[in-house]
């Protein structure tokens, strides 16, 4: 493969068109979609358009304020899929417990409590435990200023909320590092926290092109990236890079077509929990058994840093994958592990999986821009992966086993709640 087929300045000048934040679910994310298609027939691929509906929450009041040894409202982020409080709120006692350790937690029971990190499943399901009435989690650091002063929050996870009555759940919200210490400094003792949210119905969508591979034709491959962003930042870097490489790549075999059928996808609302690919994976269950490999790209594009691959298949997969990019001269390593990002949803119904990955700054922030891209960088991972897809799509047989390890097919299990 010549240097001179892929172009990374066509790769920055296509991520510069959706500098702009696409939450799953909004008009600009039905836009980005729009412009993907557009940017798809420009150089003569159909495509088609998969939309999903998804629930999300719309939080209409999130606020927490100290009333005693004083009394003052912060700034607050509210956590969606955990419940309402009563309109007036929740007025407890008021606990800093760290890390949310066992000993923090054995004097919680009925408190509001502050924990140090960000609330994921196995934390929200120990507070549950501990008995408490609500709790904050601290996000940001001590030198922040502006837009860095608004506090980060969570979903609860889907399965985590289905799997408990209205009266477990506990609601919450986060703060800011700055505020915190205040907060521990003054010596809050009682606190009042109110979370008032409701359930929603969003649309999101999937696009999708693909090339129809020759004397093959009946097994594909997928290459895929996410589209949408989270809502603090415009996500150049998380994904519109990944996109941009797969939109390349598609260009690529386009004009040198390949012996399988090769399928190109953008997913949307990933930043919900790869909802785009659990989507695709259902609705396109009954031609799952002719898929071969998942090649997802997911945080790329800028100029210093290092590019891993995460492998969920067989130990092989690896070696294979290590030969391919000494034969472009381009650096890499590999990981034999589960990834968080798409390629887990493949690799979760018994596809071979991977995600190209490289190194970098800002990734769910408003600093997550275009102008922290590089050409040069986005040329490279596109050369890598097109040289990877080229010579699977090309070869006699499958080079490794077509199953998943168990042990991960135990971390899937649990990764998706099952």
Same mark, same amino acid.
Request: charged residues 20%; contains cysteine; glycine residues 10%.
């Given at each position: 493969m010549s240097k001179n087929t892929i172009s990374g300045q066509r790769q920055m000048d296509f991520v510069s068109k959706f500098n702009y934040i696409r939450e799953a679910g909004t008009p600009t994310e039905e836009k980005a979609a729009s412009l993907i298609q557009a940017e798809l027939k420009s150089f003569g691929m159909e495509s088609r358009i998969e939309e999903f509906s998804f629930d999300a929450w719309g939080i209409r009041k999130a606020e927490l304020t100290i009333t005693e040894p004083y009394h003052k409202t912060y700034?607050?982020?509210? &956590?969606?899929?955990? !419940?309402?409080?009563?309109?007036e709120g929740v007025e407890a006692e008021f606990l800093y417990v760290e890390n949310g350790d066992d000993i923090s937690l054995s004097h919680a029971a009925g408190k509001i409590v502050m924990v140090n990190e960000i609330v994921r499943k196995d934390l929200y399901l120990r507070l549950i435990k501990a008995g408490v009435a609500g709790f904050v989690s601290i996000s940001g650091s001590p030198v922040d200023e502006g837009e860095d002063r608004i506090p980060r929050a969570a979903a609860i996870p889907q399965k985590v909320y289905e799997s408990l009555n209205e009266k477990e759940l506990i609601q919450g919200v986060g703060v800011h590092y700055l505020d915190a210490v205040e907060m521990v400094t003054r010596g809050a003792k009682k606190a009042q926290l109110t979370l008032i949210q409701e359930e929603v119905k969003r649309t999101s969508r999937n696009v999708e092109a693909r090339i129809q591979g020759? %004397?093959?034709? %009946?097994?594909?491959?997928?290459?895929?990236? /996410? &589209? %949408?962003?989270? *809502?603090?930042? *415009?996500?150049? &870097?998380?994904?519109?890079? !990944?996109?941009?490489?797969?939109?390349?790549?598609?260009?690529? +075999?386009?004009?040198?077509? *390949?012996?399988?059928?090769?399928?190109?996808?953008?997913? !949307?609302?990933?930043?919900?929990?790869?909802?785009?690919?659990?989507? &695709?994976?259902?609705?396109?269950?009954?031609? +799952?058994?002719? /898929?071969?490999?998942?090649?997802?790209?997911?945080?790329?594009?800028?100029?210093? !840093?290092?590019?891993?691959?995460?492998?969920?298949?067989d130990p092989s997969v690896c070696a294979m994958l290590t030969y391919l990019a000494r034969e472009t001269g381009i650096g890499m390593t590999t990981k034999n592990q589960i990834w968080g990002s798409d390629s887990n949803t493949f690799a979760w119904k018994g596809i071979p999986a991977m995600t190209l990955n490289r190194d970098g700054f800002g990734m769910h922030t408003h600093y997550d821009t275009v102008e922290l891209l590089s050409a040069w960088s986005l040329e490279r991972s596109a050369r890598l992966l097109a040289h990877i897809a080229e010579s699977l799509s090309d070869i006699d047989s499958m080079p490794f086993p077509q199953n998943i390890p168990e042990e991960f097919k135990k971390q899937l299990n649990e990764y998706f709640g099952v």
């Open positions: 700034q607050v982020t509210g &956590y969606q899929r955990c !419940g309402s409080t009563a309109e020759t %004397d093959r034709a %009946d097994e594909i491959l997928t290459l895929t990236a /996410h &589209y %949408d962003s989270v *809502p603090e930042g *415009p996500g150049a &870097y998380d994904n519109m890079a !990944g996109a941009a490489i797969i939109m390349e790549v598609c260009r690529y +075999l386009k004009e040198h077509q *390949p012996r399988r059928t090769v399928e190109f996808v953008w997913f !949307g609302a990933e930043e919900k929990g790869l909802l785009g690919s659990r989507h &695709y994976v259902k609705l396109h269950q009954q031609e +799952l058994n002719q /898929h071969r490999f998942n090649m997802n790209v997911d945080l790329a594009g800028q100029l210093v !840093g290092g590019n891993v691959i995460g492998v969920t298949a």
